[in-house]
């Protein structure tokens, strides 16, 4: 029987994934790292500054656009926590 190529990736072990996304805190960073590289975007203005709020919210210092970590096609209007 063949291998998947998907669920058998070379180079990270399921404790290397436990140990790198295991919490929720820690999926919240990588996500963020994943989706703003280099600084927050507003998806509404373009603009570079921003804080978080609570409830895992982005709010824009120009247009006050709040935006949501999960906001977009995969997470959009889930409930499920990011460790899932
Ligand atoms: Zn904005």
């Given at each position: 029987m063949?291998r998947?190529?998907i669920?058998y990736q070379?180079g990270?072990?399921?404790?290397?994934f436990?140990?790198?996304?295991?919490?929720?805190?820690?999926?919240?960073?990588?996500?963020?790292?994943h989706?703003w590289?280099?600084r927050?975007?507003?998806?509404?203005?373009g603009?570079?500054?921003g804080y978080?709020l609570?409830?895992?919210?982005?709010?824009?210092?120009?247009?006050?656009h709040q935006t949501?970590?999960t906001?977009?096609?995969?997470?959009?209007?889930?409930?499920l926590?990011?460790?899932?």
């Amino acid at each position: 029987m063949a291998r998947n190529p998907i669920q058998y990736q070379f180079g990270l072990s399921l404790p290397a994934f436990r140990d790198q996304y295991g919490t929720e805190a820690q999926c919240r960073s990588a996500l963020f790292q994943h989706r703003w590289p280099k600084r927050f975007v507003c998806p509404d203005c373009g603009n570079t500054t921003g804080y978080q709020l609570a409830r895992g919210l982005c709010q824009c210092h120009h247009c006050h656009h709040q935006t949501s970590l999960t906001a977009g096609p995969i997470f959009h209007a889930t409930y499920l926590p990011l460790t899932t």
